[in-house]
């Protein structure tokens, strides 16, 4: 007995020591870190594509909102840790580059952007044309029922109803929130319609997943998001989600890449750049992942045919504006109305 005790007493402790040296063992390949909000299909499936064509390159993506990318890359300014940020709105790019977190780089393609889709400086460019909608649950929400415009969301029948992704770890929901506060005649008259919401909202989920599980499981039967990550979560996913283009306009926000300052690794992450953002990788997001391509010179009849005929009213924002303005409101919307939309309302004069 005495042996057989021994005997497993000296087998654990090399076992671990087993374990750790597997788990510590060293990957030769150069790493790559990408921060971006485009969804573990759409980021999986280029790693393994780069990878196959860059074997030395060990790319590691962290899936999040553009918000949290913008957050993280200033947190970690003195020493960054992702060489690339893909995906975001243009405000949140605009003022990532006034703060000099972001490099210069005119990518090859850079001739296809227009301007106003891209930094003047060459901090980022867009790569995505990105409508905001109005995304339901087409089981529980016929369409007959569904919302066509934003105003509609106000009505009493989706008391309870709504289920919004937290605005603020957000670009895409910061720029529906900017854009709702200057649809009004002024900034207070868009917190009074944003505290009108408010009341409708049932919850604030913490990120798109829990979003969409939410809006899948008939806790709420209606958001706002954007249409590309709604017609994946639909088409791809099979989530009974359908949505609507908002009738009075929408914003269009430019999706945006760049490079992070003094990031590690910069070669490796401008063969990525390049890699995501050849016409073959846009005309192949676009039918895959339902991306539209900022890019001008795409062959538009390779585009899949919903994007070619889509009617989408394009809502006048003021960019500079929002990127000055937005940080502002959202800290005003998220201190004052989160969760308090009727005492919001109670304190103004209005019911």
């Not at 409708?200 to 969409?212: G, V």
């Not at 989408?312 to 004052?336: C, F």
Request: a negative charge.
């Amino acid at each position: 007995m005495p042996v057989a005790s021994s005997s497993k007493v000296s087998f654990f402790p090399a076992l671990i020591c087993l374990l750790l040296v597997a788990g510590c063992s060293s990957d030769s390949r150069e790493p790559l870190v990408v921060y971006s909000p485009h969804g573990k299909e759409m980021l999986t499936e280029y790693e393994m594509t780069f990878e196959a064509a860059h074997p030395d390159i060990n790319v590691q993506w962290i899936d999040m909102g553009g918000q949290d990318a913008y957050d993280r890359i200033r947190t970690e300014r003195n020493n960054p840790v992702a060489s690339l940020w893909w995906g975001g709105d243009s405000p949140t790019f605009s003022r990532a580059a006034a703060e000099g977190l972001l490099a210069t780089y005119v990518p090859s393609w850079a001739d296809g952007i227009p301007e106003g889709a891209k930094d003047p400086s060459g901090m980022w460019f867009a790569t995505y044309l990105t409508p905001e909608v109005l995304l339901f649950n087409s089981r529980t929400v016929s369409e007959s029922e569904k919302p066509l415009d934003w105003d509609d969301l106000l009505d009493e029948r989706w008391k309870d109803r709504i289920i919004v992704r937290y605005p603020l770890a957000s670009s895409t929901m910061r720029t529906i929130w900017g854009a709702l506060i200057m649809r009004q005649e002024s900034v207070e008259k868009g917190y009074e319609w944003l505290a009108r919401l408010d009341l409708n909202t049932k919850t604030y989920a913490a990120d798109p997943t829990q979003l969409y599980l939410k809006i899948a499981r008939e806790e709420g039967a209606v958001s706002l998001w954007n249409m590309p990550d709604t017609y994946i979560q639909g088409e791809t996913n099979g989530y009974p989600f359908g949505f609507s283009i908002p009738s009075s306009g929408t914003p269009v926000l430019h999706d945006g890449i760049a490079l992070v300052a003094n990031g590690p690794a910069t070669e490796a992450a401008k063969l990525f750049y390049e890699f995501v953002t050849t016409s073959d990788a846009l005309i192949h997001q676009a039918n895959t992942y339902y991306r539209i391509p900022a890019r001008t010179d795409v062959d538009s009849t390779a585009l899949p045919q919903w994007m070619r005929e889509s009617d989408i009213r394009k809502m006048e924002v003021d960019w500079v504006r929002l990127t000055a303005e937005g940080p502002d409101w959202m800290q005003y919307w998220d201190e004052n109305i989160k969760g308090r939309g009727k005492e919001y309302l109670e304190s103004i004069g209005e019911k």
